[in-house]
């Protein structure tokens, strides 16, 4: 054909084909939403359940930290340092993992005199270092946390920020949660159908809403353990209990 039409005809006609091809494109799009519009039900009914599970956390995370004080930034960080890596040698000695120990805070700092109403002076200063240690299996033996919580005061720890539990796997727990949840929206959007004199039709469409998981659970420790002072502690006994995971999920049904 380029043998017997002019070049501008030949791209003239390209042109007018591709636009075609376009056209049948947009007019195939919009008959599949058509047609995707249509199959929607036009009477539906949203209904939101709750689904509650309870399980018995198997993590525990503890923070325990040690407090020094001294004249001088060295002695302090020194003395301070020390007492942490004994705190940490002992801990890894209960056969806690390295990736399960993390130090969380590490503050050097100056303490100032304000007496006599004078330019604030420097007459000391204090090191505060904490480290985060995850104990796991705590749903069936809560013995090493015990040593944990024990040693690490009698080895030089003279602070404990308390103890969390949580469940380190919560997923299955979540999924039993999310089907308890759409079998008591399908049990309450059945009630309001019946009461309309309605039929509950098919699922259109499920709606998951967030923040079923809770936190850690904290656990308060008694201040009272001896820390700081010269005799041996007592080991606190220390109860994991158990923790509900809720989820809420919202269906829509269709009602004819």
Do not use: C, R
Request: aromatic share 4%; glycine share 10%; proline share 4%.
């Amino acid at each position: 054909m380029e043998n017997f039409l002019p070049k501008w005809l030949v791209a003239g006609l390209g042109g007018l084909l591709m636009l075609f091809v376009a056209i049948l494109i947009v007019q195939k799009l919009h008959d599949v939403n058509q047609a995707f519009k249509n199959d929607k039900p036009a009477n539906t009914i949203s209904v939101s359940g709750m689904g509650k599970v309870s399980g018995t956390p198997d993590l525990a995370t503890v923070s325990v930290g040690v407090m020094s004080q001294g004249a001088t930034a060295t002695e302090v960080k020194n003395t301070n340092n020390d007492a942490v890596n004994k705190v940490i040698s002992f801990i890894k000695s209960q056969g806690v993992a390295d990736k399960d120990i993390k130090t969380q805070n590490l503050n050097l700092q100056p303490q100032y005199d304000y007496t006599n109403n004078t330019k604030p002076t420097i007459n000391g200063y204090t090191q505060n270092q904490s480290v985060v240690v995850m104990v796991h299996g705590v749903d069936k033996d809560t013995s090493v946390l015990d040593k944990i919580l024990d040693g690490a005061v009698n080895n030089g720890a003279n602070q404990i920020d308390g103890v969390s539990f949580s469940v380190e796997k919560p997923d299955d727990l979540q999924n039993q949660a999310k089907k308890l949840a759409i079998d008591d929206a399908k049990a309450k959007a059945g009630e309001l159908a019946k009461e309309a004199g309605l039929t509950l039709g098919k699922v259109v469409s499920i709606q998951e809403s967030s923040g079923g998981y809770p936190g850690p659970i904290p656990y308060a420790l008694n201040s009272a353990m001896g820390i700081g002072g010269g005799a041996k502690s007592v080991a606190p006994n220390v109860q994991v209990g158990s923790q509900d995971i809720s989820e809420t999920m919202t269906v829509t049904f269709e009602v004819k």
